[in-house]
């Protein structure tokens, strides 16, 4: 599992053709990325990292905050093109993308967790496999990359 975490001001989700919308103040957005092998321990450890990372300023302008001690919001869309492989040709290759019957409820299983973490009221979320319009306004800019598995160096 990836996730592609990015501090914001302000960030929104909109679906013009489910006539949908999502939006948060400070927070975090979470770009999530499902892998074909993913568990039940990549959801926790990625979730439980994304609600604990400290990369909010305190008083110092040192990132020492999480997301809990500014009652910060998330935004998660779920993002199959971080497990795109452009290492050969052009076209990225997404074989390592989970299909949607894998993804989905991986995907909102990482949801629950969140919420479970942070509280349901400061959860926001796209639509799976939706195409979407997403408004980041990046503060900082902060983005960090979590990921469940270790990168095998080749």
């Given at each position: 599992m990836r996730a592609l975490v990015q501090r914001v001001s302000e960030a929104g989700v909109y679906i013009e053709k489910e006539n949908y919308s999502a939006e948060i103040k400070k927070g975090i957005?979470?770009?999530?990325?499902?892998?074909?092998?993913?568990?039940?321990?990549?959801?926790l450890f990625v979730a439980d990292k994304c609600s604990n990372l400290r990369i909010f300023e305190d008083e110092n302008e040192k990132m020492n905050f999480s997301l809990k001690d500014v009652t910060g919001e998330v935004l998660i869309i779920s993002q199959f093109?971080?497990?795109?492989?452009?290492?050969?040709?052009?076209?990225?290759?997404?074989?390592?993308?989970?299909?949607?019957?894998?993804?989905?409820?991986?995907?909102e299983k990482f949801i629950n967790r969140?919420?479970?973490?942070?509280?349901?009221?400061?959860?926001?979320?796209?639509?799976?496999?939706?195409?979407?319009?997403?408004?980041i306004i990046n503060d900082g800019p902060v983005t960090i990359l979590v990921e469940s598995k270790p990168q095998v160096k080749k």
């Open positions: 957005v979470v770009l999530l990325g499902i892998k074909i092998d993913d568990s039940e321990e990549d959801i093109t971080l497990y795109g492989d452009a290492q050969k040709g052009n076209r990225p290759s997404f074989i390592e993308a989970a299909k949607p019957e894998i993804a989905i409820p991986i995907y969140m919420k479970i973490n942070l509280g349901a009221d400061k959860i926001q979320t796209g639509i799976f496999g939706a195409m979407m319009k997403v408004k």
